[in-house]
């Protein structure tokens, strides 16, 4: 009895080691839109003050912040992508590329992938900074590239959008929209959804870049897609907010706002939540498109963060804002010294976000790496399968045991 108790309580263990730890290993904002599906929703603490922590001189720009194991890393309108440290805002490095960096890096297995005005796609070293490769493209890169199983896609005002090989540069494909890309790809599924000036949203096949299908909508598509249970919602400089199909792109709603939607969707528990150029922040029915609430925001280009019930976005009347997702009442803002084109990252309780006024911000509660751990996906996988093994083996030798006393 007292073996088999052992038994269930190492059971036990690892159940706790799946629900718990795990969450860890997707805390952090890797990526523009923190996944590659660009939904814009985060896990952990969210920000419930505006208590500054840090901020960090640049020479200041559009490019939104990721976040991963403590560092912050950002573009600028100076030419660099700049690395701080998470808890105090201190430069750990800096990279110059040839023009202005308003594309958001990406994060993944130690490499960053980011976007330049001197039309290079870089790969750096994400601890030291120095260059891996880079990809030339014909002209400004402003979209942020998305890493999927090894693969770099990102979109190029040379009217292309790319798929790289992450470890060396070398091309896979490349598809011609009939525009400039400023728009950020979205992957789900083994397919890259992605907006054009051409005013279209195409669906195209990770692989091979065939196009699988492409929806007009009536002027430019900057908006980076956001993919949800087979939904497309996307917004466009027609002043529409977009739902389609992710299968064939055909039109399910769409929501009308008084200016450009430049904003990219944020989507979780049925509400979209988007921004417009025509002074509100909204949140509409993913089902239907009907407007929940709006609030009165100030012209929003920001693509907003939702994490644990509050939603973040900056505005382009110098605010970062705090909304509640669910009824949009304002929980705080905070006032910074010009434009926010930037879009939130929100890890661990803090928010993080660049403004016009050359600044980056840290806002809340000091992140405390001390009492966090850096558990890594992998740390969790492997500590997991050990569990699992001595659990095996323990079962193995109860029944052995029970057999030799019969």
Not at 7 to 19: P, R
Not at 89 to 101: I, K, L, P, R
Not at 107 to 124: M, P, Q
Not at 135 to 158: E, L, M
Request: charged content about 10%; hydrophobic content about 40%; proline content about 3%.
């Amino acid at each position: 009895m007292n073996s088999l108790r052992w038994v269930t309580a190492l059971v036990c263990f690892v159940f706790l080691l799946s629900s718990v730890l795990i969450p860890f290993a997707s805390a952090d904002w890797t990526m523009f839109r923190s996944d590659p599906t660009h939904i814009g929703v985060g896990v952990g603490n969210p920000v419930l003050n505006a208590t500054l922590i840090w901020k960090y001189t640049t020479g200041g720009g559009f490019s939104s912040p990721t976040v991963e194991n403590g560092i912050v890393y950002v573009g600028s309108r100076d030419n660099k992508i700049y690395a701080l440290n998470a808890t105090n805002g201190a430069e750990v490095w800096n990279y110059t590329t040839g023009n202005w960096v308003f594309s958001s890096p990406d994060v993944a297995n130690g490499i960053i992938y980011v976007g330049s005005w001197d039309g290079n796609i870089y790969a750096l070293n994400a601890t030291k900074g120095n260059q891996l490769w880079n990809y030339t493209t014909g002209n400004q890169i402003v979209s942020s590239p998305t890493i999927v199983n090894k693969v770099v896609y990102v979109g190029s005002r040379d009217d292309n959008v790319y798929a790289l090989n992450a470890t060396n540069g070398a091309k896979i494909w490349r598809y011609t929209t009939g525009g400039g890309v400023d728009s950020s790809p979205a992957i789900n599924g083994g397919v890259v959804y992605i907006g054009s000036r051409d005013g279209k949203v195409y669906a195209l096949n990770a692989t091979n870049g065939s196009k699988l299908w492409a929806f007009a909508t009536g002027d430019q598509a900057d908006s980076s897609p956001a993919i949800v249970n087979g939904v497309v919602y996307v917004g466009s400089d027609d002043y529409h907010v977009y739902a389609l199909s992710a299968a064939n792109g055909v039109e399910l709603w769409n929501f009308s706002t008084g200016s450009f939607v430049v904003s990219s969707p944020a989507v979780v528990n049925g509400i979209v939540y988007v921004g417009s150029d025509d002074g509100n922040f909204y949140a509409l029915n993913s089902t239907n498109g009907s407007k929940l609430w709006s609030y009165a925001s100030g012209d929003v280009e920001s693509s907003p963060a939702v994490v644990n019930g509050v939603v973040y976005v900056g505005s382009l009347d110098n605010n970062v804002y705090a909304i509640n997702a669910i009824n949009g009442v304002k929980i705080w803002n905070y006032t910074t010294g010009s434009f926010i084109f930037s879009s939130p990252a929100v890890v661990n309780g803090v928010l993080y976000i660049g403004s016009l006024d050359n600044n980056v911000y840290a806002l809340g509660a000091s992140p405390n790496t001390a009492s966090t751990p850096k558990i890594t996906s992998t740390t969790i996988y492997v500590t997991i399968i050990i569990a699992a093994i001595v659990t095996s083996i323990s079962i193995v030798f109860l029944i052995k045991k029970k057999r030799a006393k019969i």
